[in-house]
């Protein structure tokens, strides 16, 4: 069933086309697919950029989805979260996968089949599934980690470690090649720092 098309019933009791991805027991997970626009069918560079940024991880340009643009020393980010596969027999026109809407469902769920698309295809919107997975778990971890960073602050401990795997998440999902962050050079690394400025009141005590 892989690389096959089918109506689906969704768990929201919608019937809808969608491309089958893998089955793991009776559970079986299908990318929800949809007609593409004109440009997308008369633009050639349009269908490129989206079969080869499936490719590239999800970080080549394309104009499928901006995550985040940044002026001045940082370029664009964007990523792709569809593949396009053009007119496969059994449509009624040509398509374009959007794998982030996944449905997972049982196989009473499977009404009725579609089409098959080609192997190279699939093998696109198998990656493109993948490293989304991938961004998701990252994500989950740098979630994980701004709440250590900001417990550490809160009981002043050193934090500069999590700091380094922060950045280094953030690097990994492709927001920008430098640290979002910028880090204050502090004597004390990261704890809070003695009061040095102004006048400084000491009290020694009695009345």
């Known amino acids: 069933m892989n690389g096959e098309i089918y109506l689906i019933r969704t768990t929201a009791e919608k019937i809808v086309p969608a491309i089958c991805l893998k089955q793991e027991k009776s559970i079986y997970s299908f990318s929800q697919i949809r007609s593409s626009s004109k440009e997308e069918e008369i633009n050639p560079l349009f269908q490129n950029d989206i079969k080869e940024s499936s490719i590239q991880s999800i970080k080549a340009k394309t104009k499928r989805k901006m995550i985040k643009a940044e002026e001045g020393k940082n370029a664009k ?6 593949v396009y596969i053009g007119h496969p027999a059994g449509l009624k026109s040509p398509s374009i996968v959007m ?14 089949y579609l089409a098959k698309i080609e192997v190279e295809d699939f093998r696109k919107c198998n990656e493109v599934y993948s490293e989304i997975n991938r961004i998701s778990d990252l994500h989950e971890k740098l979630h994980k980690i701004k709440k250590k960073i900001l417990l550490a602050q809160f009981n002043n401990e050193k934090y500069g470690e999590l700091e380094k795997q922060r950045d280094q998440i953030l690097k990994e999902i492709g927001y920008t090649k430098n640290p979002l962050f910028k880090k204050e050079k502090k004597p004390f690394l990261n704890f809070r720092e003695v009061p040095d400025k102004g006048r400084i009141k000491v009290y020694k005590g009695g009345r």
Do not use: L, N, T
């Open 99 to 112: 794998i982030k809407k996944i449905h997972h469902i049982k196989k009473e769920a499977i009404i009725k």
């Open 77 to 82: 980010k964007i990523r792709v979260d569809s």
